[in-house]
Each structure stands twice: as structure tokens, then as C-alpha cells.
């Protein structure tokens, strides 16, 4: 503070209080302004720095000072090659050797800088840094009040290790600016592999490297982070455990890996990673811990790489000439119940087969008698007997050789092992295939084959088409058989699997109806059943008697079934005999039941006997569970009896096509059909050309109230009055005469608009 600044300084203090400064006091201000500066200058203390120098390698030496004993961190190899690569970074720090008097000798110990030294003394011996080359020092003054090993101890002691996340920044920094991999670990003498982890840890999402950077996650939770490179599922995965008691890194890689597939699953073994990636497929690798492989990232594609795969080992099967292969990648317990195994004879061995495997059982015969009085077996010869086990079992596991007419009938099943290996079981035989004479179901009797029309020839009368003379299926479903949604040849497909248990799931129910308000007819049923229990002993329960009703539940039904005519008429004549029934006291029902007339106690057994009809088409399984073709075959025709028997007629009970329920879950072939049976050829012929949906719509509103109906709704003894003209759905109530000509209220309203009444009369005419 000078003597202007004070006065001026003054003055306005004393303006801000209302006092006026004399010139004796200006001189007291000046005067203790003078004395102020001179106590700051004392009380701040000049900080003074060693001065730095070259000084001739040859003339520096180590100190005894240096606190470093014990080697840790990079080698000095190491710090000599980065050393000669680029240059020292860091001078030593040196002091100047006093003789005994206390005269230097020209000489520099190291107290601190010793690794450094002894890196330089490396390059000097390998002649690559001459004696001479002046090396940077700073020079501690000899006479300094710091200790040498003070310095030594604060050089290592106050160094800051980098933060591991500037590190993994510093290495993409460097990779970004044009060096490899390989470089970069050169450059600091670690591994590729280390690199690479690094690089991996700094490619986390950002929000989770500050939050490791502000130390909220270990280094070993961020490295689980990088085994999956999407960000948002790791920020996703984060926000889930971060306040959960299990956040371990083993949980997160879990989390990040929970809908990929393990390359060691077997269905990777199977298809191989190499066909995967090169299928377009992408995996996810652990680069911090075994992986196994690492992780497939598409299951749906994997998953179609595996049934192709094995369909088409099912073809190179199918060579042999089994009449039927199944595809499967897990086969069920029990999935050969019911099949008669053949006995096939396994193949002779080749000369060149036999020749190798009485060389290995030489071989392993004499080094049992090598080492039968032994102990102990060294481990090289226990390894090698092991290895002569293996080669012996491969040449002796022989594949089997069938009967030519056996294998015609029979079947093989193509799966995968638990260690993703093919396995083939060949040579069963199902109960239909086996070599009987079986009564032959009347032509056109079997509504389960309804509609099959020209297709038949090509299955085998289970859903299954044919594969050079083999019926190759996976679940159940045709291999190859199924044409695209949109393929739509113009000719007569089979129904839909579907639609055919749709439909018969409303006859069972109008069946339910119609036996419910017949009870001679139930009464019937109910003694045919007794008499084929009685009568039929091979299907006999073991029981003395157990008649009962279960009702069978719809797994197939369409959406308007529960809202249907007959649903109705069910639910209501069920509340009416539940409103009346003592059902909580078996005692009270007895007395009921035994004063009920006979009237009343042969509706009530009509009801509950129609609670167990089972009319529904349902998928065969020739393996046991479920029902068979022969059994589905004797439903379907013992459901017609009863509809005969019950009058049953499927219009009458509320059904028709629609868009919904039928018209557009088929073909176009099928819509045109049904337009032809029910009002003639002209009608059909005016809806071919158009689109699928608008003849659909077009179709239901032409048939609505002509009575017709798919062939899985018809009653066969009405089908065989077609010639008589009163079939059941083949439009009974068009005139004959009229049958191949259309009224104009009968056409499509854009193809009568604006046209005279002549002109659609020659229309339909054409």
C-alpha cells in the first residue's frame, strides 16, 4: 500500500462517517501503511527450487538413501525399452558426493530415481546410451536441512496412481489417433488381451462409467457390464440391482445374458458357431473370465438353424426306406410307448474293422499284463488303456441291419443327445402299421377324412406328407408341407386342422343339446356303452362297474360357440334341474332321485349323460397319449349314429358360415365351393375374380339362410340322398331348374349398380 492509495483510502472513510482527515493524521496513515507492507513482506517466505541440470551418466551413482528395497510394478527391462522408445520423462533427483572434508568429488548419488538409473545402466550395457549422454537431474544442495530419504520416501509416497477409468479413456484416446492393439500393449508392455479389456471397460455406457468414476460400482461390477455392448440394457440392468442386496457381478452378467443361448448349449454344439455367425448371428463374449465360448445372441435363429439342420439329417434317414421319421429336439419320456421295437443284426465288421481292433485289444491286453501285479498304474499308461477303450467301443458299436419288409413299416426318430451329438433310434414299428387285416371304413364314411378330396394321396392318413416314400413330421406337423399364407393355387386344400375342431366342437355341443332332451336315445347310448365294456373284455376296466360321465372340455372352439343357439338351450336346461337338485346332502339326492317318475329320472340321465359327448376332431398321436387314428376314426362314425339318431341337422341349431367362423379361414377354392353347392355354378363364377376378402364377404351374405354346410358338419346318411336331391348343405332348397342361374338379388351389389334389369339377367346368364 503506497501513500496516495492510503490518503485516498482515508478520505473516503471519511466521507462515509461525516470526519475530515488532518495532515498530521495523513502522515500517521502513510506512516503505518509503510510498516503493514513491511510485515507482509516478512511474513510471506520466498520458496526457493533446486536447479536442474545435465549431468554425464558416468558420473552419477546409487544411493544408500533410496527407501526402495523390494521390486514391484513394471520391471526395469521394461523401463528400459520404454525408455529408449521415448526418452526419459522424469529427471532424477541427485546430490551432490562430498569427500571426507566435505569437497565435492563431481560425483551425483540418487536418493531418488534409482529404477531409472538402473534402466539407463541397462541401456549403457547393451551399448545403446553412451557413457557420457548427460542425463537430467534436479540437484539437491548438499547442505539442504531435507534428508535424502526424505525425498526418496515422498517421491514414492506422494505419487497418485491414474484413476483405472482415465486409463481405459487414455487407451481409446491412442487407438482413435491411429494405433492398434498390438501397439499400445507393446508400448506398455502388456498383453493384447489386456488392451482389449480395457478398451472393452471403456466402451460401458457412459452413465455407468461416472458412476464407477464417483466409486459407486467396483471395477469387477463395470467389467460384468461389458459382456453385453447394449447401453440401454446395462443402464436397464443397473437401475434393477443397484438397490438390491445381490448387485454381484455373476448376477449381472446373468441378467445381461438371460436371453441368449451359451455356445456350449447343445443345440450350439450341434449347429456350430462358425454356421451361426456365418448365418448372419452375433454372439456376446466375457472377455474378464471363462466364457465357454461366449453367448449367441439369437435364440429364433439358432433355433431354425437347428431344425434344418436335422430335418435335413432326417432326409439323408430317410435313404433307408423307413415308412415314417419323426424330428424332434427333445424327445419325451416314454416317447416309444405303445411301438414294437424291431430286432435288427448288427453289421459284420470289415477286414480292415476287424483287423483294427484286434490291434487295439493286443495292445491293451499286454498292457494289463504289463501292470497286473502293480499297484499303482502311472497315469500315462491308466490314459492310454482309456484311449484304447474308446477306439474298441467305436469299432465295436455296429449299426443294426433291418428286414427289408420290416423297415416299410416301420419308423425312426431323429433327435439330438444331451451333448448336442445326432441320435437316431430306428425301428419301430406303431399299432396301425403292424401286418393285420382290419375291415376297411365304408367309402365317404369317415368324417375325419372329410373334404381330404385329391390330397389324400398325399399323406398317410395322419397329416403327414411324403418324402420320396418316407413321412417325415417335427410335432406333429408336416416337414415342408404347409404353403405360404398368401399361396393360393385355386385347388381343394384340406381343411385347416383348426377349423375342423372348431366346427366339430359346435356339433359335439349341439349333440350335448340334442341327447339332453332325447332320453330313449341317451338311454340307448348309455347301453351301448355298457354292452361293448361288457362284451369287448380287452377293453374292460378293472372295476365291477364304472359308468360315469366326464365332461370333455373344447380346447379348440371358436369365439362365438359359448353365445350359440344350443350353448344357450344347455345352460338353461342345466340350471333348471341345479335349482331343483338337493345337492349338498348325498342322502337327501338319494330320496330325490328314488321319487323322481320315470319320465323325469330318464331326462335327468339324458342331461348328464350329454355332458359326456366327445364328437371332436382332435390331433392323432401314434405314440400312446391321446387318440389314435383307428380311435378317432370310431368316434367320428359313432357321432353320426347319434346324430341320426337324434335328428340332429347343424342348421337348425344355429350354425352358419360366416367370414368369421368359416369363409375366411379357407381357401378361395373352398368359398367358390361353397357359393356352387349352395346357389348354383353362375353365382360361383361371378365371385372368382375377386379378392379373397371381398368374396368372403360376398359369400356370407349369399349364403346366409341356404342351409349349407361344411362336409365335417353333414350327416352322412343325408350326403347319400345327394342323388335324391335332399342332401344336408348341398342347397335343397334351390329349384333344380334354377340351380345354374342367379336372380339379381342374389348378386353383389357393385355388379348390379347402374345396370338395367335386362342387363343382369344376361349377366348371370353368361
Known sequence: MNFLTAVKNNRERERSVGLRVTGSEIGRVASGARRGEDLMTKAVQKVTLSPSRDIPFDKLVLSQSNVRRIKAGVSVEELAEDIARRGLLQSLSVRPVLDDDGTETGK???PAGGRRFQALSLLVKQKRLAKTTPVPCIVRDAASDILAEDDSLAENMQRVALHPLDQFRAFVALRDKGQSDAEIAAAFFVTPQIVKQRLKLASVAPTLLEIYAEDGMTLEQLMAFTVNPDHARQVQVWDVIHSSWNKEPFQIRRMLTETSVRASDRRAVFVGVDAYEAAGGTMLHDLFQGDDGGWLEDPAL???LVTEKLQAEAETV???GWKWIEVAL?????????????????APMTDDEGA???KLLAE????EEEYAGQDDIPEEIDARLGVLETEMEKIETRPLIFDAEEIGRAGAFVTLDRYGALAVYRGYVRPQDEPVDETAVQDGADPALAGQGADRDLTDGHGSAVHGGTVITSGGQLIGADLPEDEDDGALKPLPERLVMELTAHRTLALREAIGRSPDVALTLLLLKLVTDTFRTSSASGSCLEASVRQVYMSAQAPDLKDSVVAKLVDERHAEWEANLPLGDDAALWDYLTVLDQGSRLALLAHCLSFGVNALHEKVNPYGAGISAGGLTRRMAHADLVARATGLDMVEAGWEPTVDTYLNRVPKARILEAVREAKGEGTAQLLDHLKKGEMASEA????????WLPEVLRRNDLVALDGEGHAEGQGADVDAEVADSVSE????????DDLPAEGASMLAAE
Do not use: C, Q
Open 108 to 110: 551425483f548419488e540418487i
Open 302 to 304: 439358432l433355433d431354425r
Open 318 to 320: 430317410a435313404v433307408e
Open 330 to 346: 427333445d424327445l419325451p419320456y416314454g416317447y416309444s410307448h405303445g411301438l414294437r421295437s424291431l430286432s435288427g443284426d448288427p
Open 356 to 358: 483294427a481292433h484286434a
Open 364 to 367: 491293451y491286453r499286454a498292457l
Open 700 to 707: 356370407e351374405r349369399l349364403l346366409k339362410g341356404s342351409g
Open 745 to 752: 338379388a342374389d348378386l353383389p351389389a357393385f355388379l348390379t
